[in-house]
């Protein structure tokens, strides 16, 4: 099992930014990659970013490229992301995903493990 938390949402102003961390614990090493997604009451969970371990690959929502960017330290288990230029459409519940796939990432079924995730509230 691995076990995700996550932090640092909160209510911001249109244009501002925030820091989502998530930290992995447990069998952290048959995780290949950890993700971000976000959701909205009556919408769908969707994904909005990605990082592999492996031969580093970043993965990024359209809607979300050139403002947020995903980092993490693979030796600490924790991944990043930092949210700038926000829209009050980024307002969602955030939730981080660990990933045992070694082929796909943008996914909510490539993601096994899911935290509790964390509110952002952008308003205008």
């Known amino acids: 099992q691995v076990q995700l938390v996550e932090s640092g949402g909160g209510l911001v102003q249109a244009g501002g930014s925030l820091r989502l961390s998530c930290a992995a614990s447990?069998?952290?090493?048959?995780?290949?990659?950890m993700g971000w997604f976000r959701q909205t009451p009556g919408k769908e969970r969707e994904f909005v970013a990605a990082?592999?371990?492996?031969?580093?690959?970043?993965y990024y929502a359209d809607s979300v490229k050139g403002r947020f960017t995903i980092s993490g330290d693979n030796a600490k288990n924790t991944v990043y992301l930092q949210m700038n230029s926000l829209k009050p459409e980024d307002t969602a519940v955030y939730y981080c995903?660990?990933?045992?796939?070694?082929?796909?990432?943008?996914?909510?079924?490539?993601?096994?493990?899911w935290g509790q995730g964390t509110q952002v509230t952008v308003s205008s």
């Open positions: 995903a660990a990933s045992r796939s070694t082929t796909y990432y943008t996914r909510n079924v490539d993601y096994g493990y």
């Open positions: 990082i592999r371990w492996s031969r580093i690959g970043l």
């Open positions: 447990g069998r952290t090493f048959s995780v290949y990659a």
